[in-house]
């Protein structure tokens, strides 16, 4: 047992005694006062956490069946659902990017009420697309249990605003009675006060009906003369609906109720808490961190460099690194110096960790420094320098993590060491190439002859590097299967009045299934002092080439970073490896085609806010479409390494959609591929879109990117 362990034990035995001595002579003293407080703090957090089950609306916030209330999702929780809302059918997404802000996303499908526009060409019933947003201003969690929450939220604030809506509401619940109740006003198809009561009688019992909540509200949608509302649901015959939500295994919600005294109304959802997810499977096929062979043996006669560097190379690549390079530096302190690339792990801290037990397992004990630089697509990004003794401390349990990352924290990669200051012990050269088969998909919504079409297909490709420096990517991919084989090329109500630089993206695929998505070179440089450049040339992706240069000044224990990057971009032709010389323009005359050479070029910058786990970037320059203006992103990164990003976009282009100019705006996600395997892995998955595919501030993708390598090369480092 452990002399600390002994001392709690100790004052946990003599606590307890004095307490039952105190007791029995009926004083009070300090100690007796400690265990009150103690009792006390306990009973305040047992209440602060105790909540009753969820209840969710059908347009998946936290509410009734067709009201909002104050409560809400924990953040990062995913959840998805679908609704029969007579006479609706209604979709539906949410999000949860912080505790105190809930994101929704409906999709309303007017039943029986075909589309004006594009009705009779195949879009079908009429559709709107509403985005929700509720601030929780108040929450018990806040230390005030006594007071109900309180939340501001705006129901489809962004497009047509058919259904839109203020609400103001507070939510207050009554754990001994397991009961809640809200009272709310709103403003819009809410119309006035509304309210609502739920009672989960079973929830302390461990019976199938746990999950079982009754419920019922007071509907204020104004359904009789609100300007957005279906023409066959104007009719009320009750403002009271009434029914019940089962919660399933804390995964699936399951609800049914009446609306509007006329009909009945039911919902299905699923959720997931994808931002806290430690991964659908435990990690079993991870090696544990290195613990045997140990060898320290000093170099000379015993163990020759050769055997160092073969020793060393073995072991990285048992912990997912592989290493390229080991020299050894005399100096005052000689230093082991290394080179590796990590191609497992996705966050710093487990590479750090890894690290250094292997070190302190095969450094020779007469080598007292030692120095790994790590690597990523070819530039070489931070290193650390650790000295032996602080590494026996650490495997022996007498430095802590926190304590080891300060005394060696991470540090601007220095250069190669030259072959004639330092003997090489080991040199290994980069893959040429490497193949990869992965399926890809595209998605396109609300096209004019139906609400949702998609492409599938295969892509195929080899990446690697030349002379170990020159990186490259050459991957080309074929469409199986597409349903937008007949989509016109533009936007028959809304057509772009700029030069078509992404509207026409559809062609791509119409003109042949199979396509070189990128054929190109990059080199990048790491100059020193947190300062990085590439340079790349050749076919980007399926619809532009050119040459791009990029610059950043990102230093490793900054939080922002500042760059620029310029590009000229070549529109490549439909099918093949050709160029197109003329872009085509709407023009009052109809569509012309203009001579166009694309050039890009933006100042950057970013900011990282680690409390919150929110990185931001502003880009400052021009566009593909000559129109110049700037670009704001914000994402969140969670404990599962789930980003989840937003960006808009202001340009002075004069875009134009439904009366109302334009301006690019749309949301990113990416994932990294390990929630779904049993092993770790630094793969990572993406999708985004935009809320219309239009030209306005559009860009053509120029590489790889340097800073959102850096970025996740240096994720979750703690030790500033």
């Given at each position: 047992?452990?002399?600390?362990?002994?001392?709690?034990?100790?004052?946990?035995?003599?606590?307890?005694?004095?307490?039952?001595?105190?007791?029995r002579l009926g004083l009070d003293s300090a100690t007796s006062q400690l265990f009150q407080d103690l009792n006390t703090v306990k009973a305040i957090d047992r209440q602060l956490h105790d909540s009753l089950p969820l209840f969710i609306n059908y347009q998946l916030q936290g509410g009734y069946f067709t009201m909002p209330s104050a409560r809400t999702y924990e953040a990062g929780l995913l959840g998805v659902g679908y609704a029969w809302v007579p006479p609706y059918n209604l979709w539906s997404l949410g999000f949860q990017f912080f505790n105190k802000i809930e994101t929704t996303g409906n999709y309303w499908v007017y039943r029986k009420m075909l589309d004006p526009n594009f009705g009779r060409l195949g879009f079908g019933d009429y559709a709107e697309r509403a985005a929700n947003v509720k601030f929780i201003l108040l929450r018990k969690e806040d230390g005030f249990p006594y007071l109900p929450d309180f939340a501001l939220g705006w129901n489809d604030f962004f497009g047509s605003c058919r259904l839109s809506s203020f609400y103001a509401v507070m939510t207050k619940e009554f754990l001994p009675c397991n009961v809640e109740a809200t009272l709310g006003w709103g403003n819009g198809r809410i119309q006035g006060f509304y309210g609502g009561v739920a009672w989960t009688p079973w929830r302390n019992v461990n019976n199938p009906f746990k999950g079982l909540t009754f419920a019922a509200e007071y509907d204020a949608n104004d359904y009789r003369h609100h300007w957005g509302e279906h023409v066959k649901g104007r009719e009320v015959k009750s403002r009271i609906n009434a029914g019940a939500q089962f919660d399933l295994w804390d995964l699936f919600r399951f609800s049914a109720s009446t609306v509007r005294g006329s009909d009945w109304a039911a919902s299905a959802a699923f959720r997931y808490d994808i931002g806290g997810s430690k991964g659908l499977y435990p990690k079993t096929f991870d090696k544990p961190v290195y613990t045997a062979?140990?060898?320290?043996?000093?170099?000379?006669?015993?163990?020759?460099?050769?055997?160092?560097?073969?020793?060393?190379?073995?072991?990285?690549?048992?912990?997912?690194?592989?290493?390229?390079?080991?020299?050894l530096v005399p100096g005052k302190a000689d230093t082991l110096w290394m080179k590796i690339v990590n191609v497992r792990y996705r966050e710093e801290e487990e590479v750090r960790k890894r690290l250094e037990y292997v070190l302190a397992a095969l450094v020779p004990s007469d080598i007292p420094r030692a120095t790994v630089v790590i690597e990523a697509e070819g530039v070489a990004e931070h290193e650390y320098r650790f000295r032996r003794e602080d590494l026996a401390r650490y495997t022996e349990g007498a430095l802590g993590d926190n304590e080891f990352s300060v005394i060696a924290p991470l540090q601007e990669a220095s250069s190669t060491p030259s072959i004639y200051d330092a003997t090489l012990l080991y040199r290994r050269h980069k893959p040429i190439w490497l193949l990869t088969l992965r399926p890809w998909t595209r998605t396109f919504f609300g096209s004019s002859k139906g609400k949702f079409k998609y492409e599938v297909g295969l892509s195929l490709g080899s990446e690697g590097y030349f002379f170990d420096t020159i990186y490259y990517s050459l991957y080309g991919s074929y469409t199986a299967l597409s349903s937008t084989q007949k989509l016109l090329t533009h936007d028959i109500l809304n057509p772009s009045r700029l030069i078509n630089?992404?509207?026409?993206?559809?062609?791509?695929?119409?003109?042949?299934?199979?396509?070189?998505?990128?054929?190109?070179?990059?080199?990048?440089?790491?100059?020193?002092?947190?300062?990085?450049?590439?340079?790349?040339?050749?076919?980007?992706?399926?619809?532009?080439?050119?040459?791009?240069?990029?610059?950043?000044?990102?230093?490793?224990?900054?939080?922002?970073?500042?760059?620029?990057?310029?590009?000229?971009?070549?529109?490549?032709?439909?099918?093949g490896l050709g160029f197109q010389h003329k872009i085509r323009k709407l023009t009052e005359e109809g569509y012309k085609y203009f001579p166009y050479i694309g050039l890009q070029y933006f100042v950057d910058f970013y900011y990282q806010y680690r409390p919150l786990s929110l990185d931001f970037k502003i880009s400052a320059g021009q566009f593909l479409a000559r129109d110049k203006g700037?670009?704001?992103?914000?994402?969140?990164?969670?404990?599962?390494?789930?980003?989840?990003?937003?960006?808009?976009?202001?340009t002075n282009a004069k875009d134009v959609?439904?009366?109302?100019?334009?301006?690019?705006?749309?949301?990113?996600?990416?994932?990294?591929?390990?929630?779904?395997?049993?092993q770790s892995s630094r793969t990572r998955v993406g999708y985004s879109m935009s809320a219309w595919l239009r030209d306005c501030g559009a860009r053509a993708n120029t590489g790889k990117a340097l800073y959102p390598t850096l970025y996740w090369e240096r994720y979750n480092y703690s030790g500033e």
């Open positions: 047992m452990r002399p600390s362990l002994r001392v709690l034990l100790f004052f946990l035995i003599v606590s307890s005694v004095l307490l039952c001595v105190e007791e062979p140990i060898d320290t043996e000093p170099l000379g006669e015993l163990r020759s460099y050769q055997e160092l560097a073969q020793e060393m190379a073995f072991a990285f690549k048992t912990q997912g690194f592989d290493l390229y390079n080991a020299f630089v992404r509207t026409d993206s559809l062609s791509y695929n119409q003109s042949s299934s199979f396509h070189v998505d990128q054929a190109f070179l990059q080199k990048s440089v790491n100059w020193g002092k947190g300062c990085f450049s590439r340079l790349a040339v050749g076919y980007f992706e399926t619809a532009y080439a050119g040459v791009s240069l990029e610059n950043i000044y990102y230093p490793v224990l900054f939080d922002w970073a500042i760059g620029f990057e310029a590009a000229t971009c070549f529109k490549r032709a439909y099918y700037i670009r704001c992103e914000a994402a969140r990164t969670f404990s599962s390494g789930l980003r989840v990003g937003l960006w808009y976009t202001l959609v439904n009366n109302h100019r334009y301006y690019d705006k749309g949301f990113s996600i990416t994932l990294p591929l390990d929630i779904f395997l049993n």
